[in-house]
């Protein structure tokens, strides 16, 4: 009478199959709490809400403390206005379509400026980064222009470009390279060894190597990196924007500069206001993309 028992090959190819499947189960496993989406922690409106009280409550502080040094009479008003009257100033700039004009132009500088000196700091910190001769003789250089304070470079840049955009540019571009250089340097830096010789056994080489291993490890570093060179960049621009008054263009800065000369306190603080709040959208969208970033790479708080 035949019987159906299994052999010690079939009870081997089982347990084999079994334990293959509970790695892949174990996996699986992994991925699903890697990618699975968060649990939502409450509405959408509490979340907006718990983000911008804080700024709520720092600007009221800002504004109150305005408030009782202008009702001391520490300077008058004319030299120090309250800031219901900045306020009504700031109301109707926005309304004027010049206004909108030099906020175009200034952004625009800003933009070009901030574009060349992501990709000529990306270039160089690749450079450096991969060439331990070239990191030794430039490394501290860089460090150097970064420290340095952008006014020092105007003085030069008005006689290489005379007064016209390209002195601005220069110095735009000269104040936020270094910084985004350093970023990407550092990200290179602390990529795990480990990573690099599993893409070696893979092959990468060349560009590839960049491409697909080192630049995405690497992009926490390089967006702090970025951030930076945003933060010189936009006070660079803005020092140029006083300082170089190109013929024909009437920017923020050159707006700013009309009011000082007209000694309208008010224009001057209402500009100074703008400024501020540029910066801040500014450094939120880089806030978004180092969170986003850090979720990625699961470091973001739970």
Do not use: C
Request: net charge neutral.
């Amino acid at each position: 009478m035949p019987t159906d028992l299994p052999t010690t090959e079939d009870t081997r190819t089982e347990s084999r199959s079994g334990e293959n499947a509970t790695a892949a189960d174990r996996v699986s496993g992994l991925d699903a709490l890697e990618l699975a989406p968060k649990k939502d922690k409450g509405a959408l409106g509490k979340r907006i809400w718990a983000g911008t009280w804080p700024k709520l409550l720092a600007i009221a502080i800002v504004v109150g403390l305005w408030q009782i040094v202008y009702l001391a009479e520490w300077r008058p008003a004319y030299v120090l206005p309250p800031p219901a009257d900045v306020f009504a100033e700031l109301g109707e700039l926005i309304t004027e379509p010049k206004f909108w004009d030099g906020v175009q132009l200034t952004m625009t500088r800003a933009l070009t400026g901030f574009a060349l000196a992501v990709a000529i700091g990306t270039l160089l910190g690749a450079l450096v980064s991969q060439f331990k001769p070239l990191r030794a003789a430039i490394g501290s250089l860089i460090t150097g222009l970064q420290t340095m304070p952008s006014i020092m470079w105007f003085p030069l840049a008005i006689l290489l470009f005379q007064l016209g955009e390209e002195a601005i540019l220069f110095v735009v571009v000269i104040g936020a390279a270094p910084s985004v250089a350093n970023g990407l340097i550092s990200g290179i830096d602390y990529v795990p060894r480990t990573w690099l010789r599993v893409g070696q056994v893979m092959g990468m080489k060349g560009i590839a190597k960049y491409r697909h291993l080192i630049l995405p490890a690497s992009l926490p570093s390089f967006v702090s990196g970025l951030k930076q060179g945003w933060a010189f960049s936009w006070r660079s621009l803005m020092a140029g924007e006083l300082l170089v008054i190109v013929p024909g263009t009437v920017s923020i800065g050159v707006r700013m500069q009309t009011a000082r000369d007209l000694s309208d306190a008010v224009a001057v603080l209402a500009y100074i206001i703008v400024v501020l709040v540029i910066g801040i959208l500014v450094d939120q969208f880089f806030n978004a993309a180092d969170g986003a970033l850090r979720k990625r790479w699961g470091l973001a708080g739970g």
